[in-house]
């Protein structure tokens, strides 16, 4: 879910060496990453989301804040 629209998706996810990373990818958008985490230890944690996806220079979603 990516604010109030559910989106199906594929995860991708590898680990080695006490690092990991998951990726979230949106088959009825071609397959574009709507989510990375990854979490590098020491180095730090990323987490991040889609906030707008355009595909041929159409938007085909974005996300609507809260007020």
Same mark, same amino acid.
């Given at each position: 879910?990516?604010?109030?629209?559910?989106?199906? $998706?594929?995860?991708?996810?590898?680990?080695?060496?006490?690092?990991?990373? =998951?990726?979230?990818? $949106?088959?009825?958008?071609? !397959? $574009?990453?709507?989510?990375? !985490?990854?979490?590098?230890?020491?180095?730090?944690?990323? =987490?991040?989301? $889609?906030?707008?996806?355009?595909? =041929?220079?159409?938007?085909?979603?974005?996300?609507?804040?809260?007020?």
């Amino acid at each position: 879910k990516i604010g109030n629209i559910e989106i199906k $998706a594929l995860l991708m996810h590898a680990a080695w060496e006490g690092k990991q990373i =998951d990726v979230w990818l $949106a088959p009825q958008w071609g !397959n $574009a990453p709507i989510r990375l !985490n990854v979490n590098l230890g020491k180095e730090g944690v990323f =987490d991040i989301w $889609a906030y707008e996806v355009s595909l =041929d220079g159409k938007k085909v979603f974005a996300r609507i804040s809260s007020p």
